[in-house]
């Protein structure tokens, strides 16, 4: 059974800095794509960033390119979210997600490419 566990969120000023983590179990995590996703209160949840089986290949949602960091510890099992400046619109809470099969995709920013969810951590940047 997949299970993944996330950590790492908190309440931090906007301008600062977290790091997420998601803990993989149930399967051998190296051979599936990850990501990560966030849904704010009333809106739908959306595409934050993926990574391929090695970490070779990575996509991130517009918003989030070039303060956001997306990597994977294929020994520990654990994938990684790097938030930098973070601006109050990032508060939200953020799910990791892998896939039911190892095949990669071309619609990573689509929910229904993802079948396994985390249950989520908070992260609320204040201005």
């Known amino acids: 059974q997949v299970q993944l566990v996330e950590s790492g969120g908190g309440l931090v000023q906007a301008g600062g800095s977290l790091r997420l983590s998601c803990a993989a179990s149930?399967?051998?995590?190296?051979?599936?794509?990850m990501a990560w996703f966030r849904q704010a209160p009333g809106k739908e949840r959306e595409f934050v960033a993926a990574i391929s089986w090695s970490g070779g290949r990575t996509y991130y949602f517009d918003s989030v390119k070039g303060r956001f960091t997306i990597s994977r510890d294929n020994g520990k099992n654990t994938v990684y979210l790097q938030m930098n400046s973070l601006k109050p619109e990032d508060s939200a809470v953020y799910y990791c997600a892998t896939r039911q099969n190892p095949s990669s995709t071309n619609y990573y920013y689509r929910i229904s490419e993802w079948h396994y969810w985390g249950q989520g951590t908070q992260v609320t940047v204040s201005s």
């Open positions: 149930g399967r051998t995590f190296s051979s599936y794509y």
